[in-house]
């Protein structure tokens, strides 16, 4: 065959190169016939050029000119047709040269013709004939032949040339020829091989298109659907209908049974058994080995498995046994019957159909279960729902119980507390030294006791998910203070120097300043409490960010509860560092748990229950922040909280505007004097003699004695010497300012509870409020707000107003009139809710003290029932109660009542303060109206 192409090709390239040859001929004679053209073109203008000299006729001229141009386009085509051969190019360019002359030469005898007539040319030539120039001809002739003469010589050569290339053209197809007559018989036997070949390919690519169309039937029925027995019978029915299986038998293993039993089955034989155990005949075989048996018909037993056909019985040419099975396990065991001869190809397809049977009926199987699963989900699903309601419902329980244990516990503790305080103050009667001593006793103890159930109960609440956040603005300052001032004379008492230290700059700060308070408390008493005598404790307030709080995790010999909240970039760090006693490695672990003390003996030598450093921990936590403590045994400890830095939106504003307590009598204070012998005395602390002068007239006028003083020294002097009823106090002053002579007002035991207006233009309320300050007025002061204000903190009140107090508790009752007596009121005792709007209605008290809890009609009736009657709706209302609000209890209260107070903290003073200011708020506005 390659002899044939390459004959093939040479004799080709000779044929090209033939007709190349002829294709040169063809050309040389062109370019002779073009020089003959010329030779004429040129003999012709010549002929004209003597006509018109012989006869003068301008026509010869015409023609002339067309032959002379005819004779440049025969010059310029033999030039182009000769570009290959450089000789004749140098040939042409001189006859080009040589025709210019003739046709100059033409021109001249023109012109001499015009000029001078024939006479000029035969003077010129002698005769007018021979002004035809034979010289020039000669020349051009001679260029000519030669030109000629060079084609008659290629021509000669190219003729040689395409001889001898088609006597080895005619030689190349005679042997191309005999070639084909040797080669085509054997390449008929090869397109016949390879047409056969192709039919099997073909025979087997339809085959393997069938086997593929198969399997694809398989998976899609594995993949949609879900149902055994229909997945078993559409398998059955691929293979039977597809391929040469007219008898399928699946048989399913029965694990439990140790068994196959038949599932499914198409064209299966009469006599075929329903049963078969492992290793027993093919089928067991099969299934125990796991391993693919094929019996053909060179085995006579299978004239005895005959296939019924529908024309007859006919017996199979093999059958396939082929193990069903996932990863190992076996499902069951199909046996295919076949009329035809099995190949591999049907062998290897069908094992595979058997493999992708096994993960399909595995796959139904954990379908099978997880509908199962679900359906016992679904019913897990129901109950543990049904447990959610039961722990919702506990829940709610639970809060209405802690309600009703507040309830129920701080009401007797109530009644020990301020029985005691009653027993010891001497209203009921004169007591001695040492009844004095018990009743402080029993006073201290039921003071230890409430605040016992106040933690375990914050403890309950934050732990069910029922404290929340009063978030409002504070200043660091502030803060600090509120903590420090609690445990500094027990510090001093322990003889424990107790340093404070608030960055400077830090401003104001949003957080729950109640919980903020109880943290510091806690953290300080409780280092207070752990200081032997010479210690020292240090507390410090500052702001660090998160990557500061979160580096200390990797310190060693310290137990941290990391941040709760990720949205927070800065803390506000809380401090407490002692020299106490420390704390050993392996108890670092048990701090912060409720009720934990991490060696039982320190609970008989120093006392508490554990609750407080629980509640420090549960309470940065609600906050978002987190704890840490680094303690060592004998070196002292230190303990961290961080709460968010949460920047506050707007400006300080007091959140509960306390009023002071009311003013014991001054004989009950010094043993001088009583608050009925004297007007009210008034010190007044201003530097401005025209305010001052304004300010005495107002007081004096509403019979108050008024002292004065132009600055914040002389005013405390006059303070301790005086013992003044109240303190109306201006902040700009010289030397020492407003505010400094009020906390060290406040600091002043001996002073420190004469109560303080502020008469300024700074109205700054939130300060003095938290300064210790009753009233905050901004001048300019009118009279009516000024008496007011004193009015408000007790002062200059007269006696001798009804007060209804209703509470189900006899001995709150009791108690509260007591002190209502002592305050010089007229106490009415009701004992039920019913009894309260009864009273109300009919005596018209000039204030109604109540408390929330009590049976058939609450609190909250009465608030509704005296808020819907005209006569009582403006009565000013006071609740005293053991119930811990919720927000909804509070909703339900606001707007309704003057004051919400816990029996829990109850206090006499705060309490006489209270209903004194309700009731000249109820005077006030009869006044105006």
Known sequence: MAALVILGGLTWNLTVQSHKAAAHVTHTYQVITSINDVAARLFEAESHQRAYLLTGRGNYLEQRDSVVQLLDREVDHIAAMTLDNPAQQARIANLKQEIVARKERFRYFVTLYQT?????????????????????????????????????????????IESSHVDAARIAFISLFVLLA????????????????????EELVRLAAIHDRSNAQALTLYNAETNRNSVLQGTLSILADNHSFPALLFYAYEEWGGALRLDAARGAPAGARTVIKLGEGMVGEVAQSLRTVEINNADEALAALPVDTGFGMVAPSAVLFCPVSYRGTLLGVMALASIGKLSDRDRSFTELVCTQLGAALHNIKQLEDMRLLAEQLRVRSEEITAKNREVEEASRMKSEFLANMSHELRTPLNAIIGFSEVIRDGMAGPVNAEQEEYTNDILSSGKHLLALINDI???????????????????????????????????????????????????????DIRKARQIIYNLLSNAVKFTPEGGAVDFSIRRVGRAEVESHADEPGIRMFPLRDPDFAHFIEISVSDTGIGIAPDDLKRLFEP??????????????????????????????????????????????VWLPWR???????????????????????????????????????????????????????????????????????????LQPDAVVLDIILPGMDGWEMLALLKQTPAISRIPVVIVSITNDASRGFALGASQVLSKPVSQDDLMTALAAIGINLAGGERVLVADDDPKAVSLISIHLKAAGFVPLGAYGGKEAIE????????????????????????????HSTPDTAEIPIIILTAKVLTAKDRARL???????????NFDPKLFDGEVKRALMARFRKARIE
């Open 116 to 160: 001078k007539g024939s006479e000029g040319i035969r003077n010129e030539f002698g005769n007018p004939v021979a002004g035809v120039g034979p010289t020039v001809l000669v020349r051009l002739r001679t260029v000519m032949d030669s030109i000629k003469a060079e084609e008659i010589n290629l021509l000669q050569k190219r003729k040689d």
């Open 182 to 201: 040797i080669v085509l018989p054997l390449v008929y036997l090869r397109v016949r091989t390879d047409i056969l070949e192709r039919r099997n390919a």
């Open 457 to 511: 109960l914050d403890l309950s609440k934050i732990e069910s998910g029922h404290m929340t956040l009063d978030l409002d603005p504070v200043h660091a300052a502030e803060l600090a203070e509120s903590g420090f001032v609690i445990v500094k004379e027990r510090a001093l008492i322990s003889r424990v120097a107790l340093t404070r230290k608030v960055e400077p700059g830090l401003d104001k700060l949003c957080v």
């Open 595 to 640: 009720f934990t003390q991490i060696d039982s003996s320190l609970s008989r030598k120093y006392e508490g229950t554990g609750l407080g450093l629980a509640m420090v921990r549960r309470l940065a936590e609600l906050h978002g922040g987190g704890a840490m403590v680094r303690s060592a045994a004998g070196v002292g400890s230190s303990f961290t």
């Open 647 to 721: 920047d506050p939106l707007i400006e300080i504003a007091p959140l509960v505007i306390a009023p002071a307590p009311a003013r014991a009598t001054f004989e009950e204070e010094t043993g001088r004097r009583s608050l009925t012998e004297l007007p009210p005395l008034v010190l007044l602390v201003e530097d401005e003699p025209n305010a001052a002068k304004i300010f005495r007239m107002q007081l004096e006028k509403d019979s108050y004695r008024v002292v004065h003083a132009t600055s914040a020294e002389a005013g405390l002097r006059m303070a301790a010497e």
């Open 839 to 866: 009273l109300a209605i009919s005596k018209k008290p000039s204030l109604v003290v109540l408390d929330l809890m009590m049976p058939e009609i609450s609190g909250f009736d009465v608030v509704q029932a005296m």
């Open 894 to 904: 606001d707007g309704r009542v003057q004051r919400v107070m816990e029996k829990s």
